[in-house]
């Protein structure tokens, strides 16, 4: 969606620059001598330097040097705010591939404001639709996108959520606005962090954004730019397994950047006829502090760096030239297949190194067929385009892992991605016209790789990518961190076109044209001896391989390997240009342009009629329609209405319900709480009884045997004077033992001559009493009588009863 803000695009002006003299690491530098191309042609960049361009370019010469100045009073933050989108002139007449006339680019500034009332995505973040027409870049869409800038291009990238991340169940801590696709902030209350402002960058790519998009929306310009000779760098920036290498490499179904950029090469080629080209591509990785070479036949190949005065290069690299994409692809899966991954606590599959795959691009200009105008080759014919695309995958910054080896690796990691940040926030710092007296590029290989593009020899775009998780909460805003800083960094990359003849496309045609000259010496004459004919088919052999590595519109195949990237739709300029057969006659080009125009007549004809047909058309029917939409917009409202009122009633009776219902839950909580105390209560009272029966009951027993040896006792001593001594040595009469009993004598335990004594007495006695009363009082004395703890037996039962009683009571409020 476009930004609504747009301004000033009148502070956009056309500054002419002198060529920078500054090579890219890897940048322009063609073997010196180069005498056969091998499929893996290993060149040393030590060659000779590019000759300064003769004059700056402008757009007045058909240059594409459009300046975009930012005053200097600019202050760094608003720097960052400033964003560049390209502009898509209406009614552009230029066709793509006329780079001469057409290629100033278009540019307007706008500036971002706080969009007003921007939705959330809230729970839309992982679900929401893309827009279908962003997922395949078109031709017609890359038109102007050329450019110049002085800013890092800088997209913030949030993957979807993992699967850990998705069994926690955490939310994305990131809120995207729809309707602005340059800021990001914190989900209000997200904890850990009090981050509290709309952070803005070029672009943010949410997680349902694909690969397809985070090219055309962040690499396709760069692309682009380095196929018009701007040296251009893409990389990814993020702390481990927030998808660096799925937004570069992706996967058979979601191709990444490398793949999308090498079709785009490729494509363009194939729509650019007036220019040939020839491409090299290398891979290097760099891992514990060593560049390895992984397009090198020997694994484990190491290269060295040298600083130069006009930059770092590298020794020994191979670049292998290339014809097609299938080509290129081969050559990055085996690059791949030699790069370190390993399993981290994190990352199954995490890049335990920074690889840097690199495209070089030479490219003159070449006259198209047709062209029958016989002429002098310019100046410009002989310049000859030299620029480099680098995509680089960084390793990500880690924490400590459960691994010894993937420790070490980490510690290097770490330690060159620090020297990084701290570099970027030198070259912000200096942006900013503060003193910086040393930026620290030795200090990590990576650093000293980037130098010569971070010192502004390059077109930059980042893609930082971010976790959506809690989780990695600082490290996501320690990267939106670095990418703020990076949007900080002013670049000054230059088109390099120059005349160089030892450009590798430059000595190619050379060697093309020696060797067709010197067989068409030989076609007259006769075969000659077998070593000539040996040494003609040679030559032929050579010719026909140089013809294949000078890639043209027409040569150029697309890939067959049916990669999405190979379904991008044949761009105007291609349809304009049909491959050519240069076999065929001026009379029969003629012929076919004749019907062509005839064709073309009678197609404008048809429009013509279209159009005043279109015109005469009556407007009724729009009418209608507008005053059906009215009613359907009437229909609505009052459906809506209906429906508020509808759900009203339902909504009352529901919190009624509800309202009761707890209510009474409450209230039978109660009881419930109270039968449970009352219970209780009734089951100690049980057991207390119980105890208190079963002492009774013993009691009783024991009384009862008491009455009996008394009774036989009493009798005994009633017996008379005669029969007693007689009796009372033969009887067998058991002591009594009545403890603590009422009717017990003084002592326990009687022995016998006691109880002969007491016999009289008692003789004596229960002849003056009457015998009921005395059973009468044995009554008594068996019911009643003190308990084992000296508590009446009858009271105790009456207070048991009352216990019941009491506890009954209490039941009865249920
Ligand atoms: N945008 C995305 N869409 C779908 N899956 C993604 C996305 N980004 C990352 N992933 C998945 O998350 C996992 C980790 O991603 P990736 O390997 O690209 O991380 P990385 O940043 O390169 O990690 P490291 O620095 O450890 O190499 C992979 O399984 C990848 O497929």
Same mark, same amino acid.
Request: glycine share 4%; proline share 6%.
């Given at each position: ?94 066709? %793509? ?98 981050? !509290? ?43 481990? *397994? ?83 994409? !299938? ?31 690199? %495209? ?57 991605? &620090? ?118 088919? *040679? ?98 409202? %009052? ?151 000296? &508590? ?23």
């Amino acid at each position: 969606m476009e930004p609504r803000y747009k301004v000033k695009t009148s502070s956009v002006q056309a500054t002419p620059r002198p060529a920078s003299r500054t090579r890219g690491i890897f940048s322009s530098k063609t073997p010196a001598s180069v005498v056969k191309p091998h499929p893996l042609t290993s060149h040393d960049s030590n060659a000779p330097d590019v000759p300064p361009m003769p004059q700056p370019l402008s757009p007045k010469d058909g240059g594409s040097s459009l300046r975009l100045k930012i005053k200097s009073s600019t202050t760094p933050e608003a720097r960052s705010r400033v964003l560049i989108k390209p502009h898509h002139a209406a009614g552009r007449s230029h066709p %793509i591939g006329n780079h001469h006339s057409s290629a100033t680019p278009s540019m307007k500034l706008v500036t971002k404001h706080a969009a007003k009332g921007s939705q959330s995505f809230e729970d839309e973040w992982m679900t929401a639709p893309i827009d279908s027409t962003e997922i395949i870049p078109t031709f017609e869409s890359f038109e102007g996108d050329l450019a110049e800038t002085e800013a890092v291009q800088v997209s913030i990238r949030v993957r979807p959520p993992n699967a850990m991340e998705q069994r926690m169940d955490t939310q994305c801590i990131w809120t995207m606005p729809e309707n602005d696709q340059h800021s990001i902030k914190l989900a209000k209350g997200t904890e850990g962090s009090r981050e !509290d402002r709309d952070w803005l960058f070029d672009r943010i790519l949410p997680p349902q954004c694909q690969n397809s998009r985070a090219y055309a929306t962040s690499a396709r310009t760069h692309v682009r730019s380095a196929m018009e000779g701007y040296n251009a760098v893409i990389f990814a920036y993020g702390q481990t *397994a927030s998808g660096k290498t799925h937004t570069l490499t992706g996967s058979t179904l979601e191709p990444g950047i490398i793949p999308l950029a090498i079709s785009d090469l490729f494509a363009q080629i194939r729509s650019t006829p007036d220019r040939e080209y020839l491409l090299r591509a290398s891979y290097i990785e760099l891992y514990n502090e060593t560049i390895f070479d992984l397009l090198h036949p020997n694994n484990g190949h190491e290269l060295q760096l040298s600083e130069t005065k006009k930059g770092v290069i590298i020794h020994g690299l191979t670049e292998a030239p290339v014809k097609n994409e !299938d080509e290129v692809r081969r050559l990055l899966r085996s690059g791949e297949d030699k790069r370190r991954v390993g399993a981290t606590d994190w990352n199954s599959r995490s890049s335990r190194s920074h690889c840097v795959f690199r %495209i070089t691009i030479e490219s003159r200009a070449r006259s198209v067929a047709g062209d029958e105008t016989p002429r002098a080759p310019s100046r410009d014919d002989k310049k000859t385009r030299i620029s480099t695309l680098s995509i680089i995958d960084l390793a990500g910054s880690e924490k400590h892992t459960s691994s010894k080896e993937r420790n070490a690796e980490g510690k290097y990691i770490n330690q060159s991605l &620090l020297t990084l940040k701290l570099v970027i926030s030198k070259l912000a710092d200096l942006a900013s016209k503060r003193n910086v007296t040393h930026i620290p590029y030795r200090d990590s290989k990576l650093t000293r790789l980037l130098q010569n593009s971070l010192s502004g020899d390059a077109l930059i775009s980042v893609i930082c990518t971010v976790s959506p998780s809690s989780l990695n909460l600082a490290e996501s805003i320690s990267t939106l961190a670095f990418a703020q800083g990076l949007k900080r960094v002013v670049l000054k990359a230059q088109k390099k076109e120059v005349v160089d003849p030892h450009a590798l496309i430059q000595q190619y045609q050379e060697e093309i044209a020696d060797l067709k000259a010197q067989l068409r010496a030989k076609e007259g004459g006769l075969a000659g001896s077998k070593s000539e004919r040996e040494k003609n088919d *040679a030559m032929e052999t050579r010719l026909n391989e140089l013809r294949s590595l000078i890639l043209t519109s027409v040569n150029v195949k697309s890939s067959d390997s049916g990669h999405p990237a190979a379904m991008i739709p044949p761009s105007p300029a291609k349809t304009k240009y049909p491959p050519l057969d240069y076999d065929r006659s001026s009379a029969e080009l003629q012929e076919e342009l004749h019907a062509e125009q005839l064709c073309r007549a009678e197609l404008e004809d048809e429009v013509a009629r279209l159009k005043a047909e279109l015109a005469t058309r009556p407007l009724e029917p729009n009418a209608h329609i507008i005053q059906l939409q009215n009613e359907v917009c009437e229909l609505k409202v %009052i459906a809506d209405d209906y429906e508020r009122h509808l759900r009203e009633p339902s909504r009352k009776v529901r919190e009624d319900v509800e309202k009761e219902y707890v209510e009474k839950m409450r209230l039978l909580e109660n009881q419930l709480d109270s039968k449970r105390i009352w219970a209780h209560r009734l089951d100690e009272n049980v057991r207390r009884l119980t105890a208190e029966n079963k002492e009774l009951k013993t009691r009783h027993d024991e009384a009862e045997a008491k009455v009996l040896q008394i009774v036989e006792w009493i009798n005994a001593a009633l017996m008379p004077g005669d029969q007693l001594s007689e009796s009372l040595s033969t009887a067998s009469l058991d002591p009594l033992v009545v403890p603590n009993n009422d009717f017990a004598p003084a002592t326990s335990y009687m022995p016998k001559n006691t109880l002969t004594l007491s016999a009289s007495r008692m003789r004596a006695t229960f002849s003056q009493i009457n015998l009921a009363n005395f059973n009468d009082k044995f009554g008594t004395l068996t019911l009643g009588g003190k308990g084992k703890n000296g &508590l009446d037996q009858d009271i105790l039962r009456e207070e048991s009863h009352l216990d019941l009683a009491e506890v009954a009571s209490d039941d009865e409020c249920f």
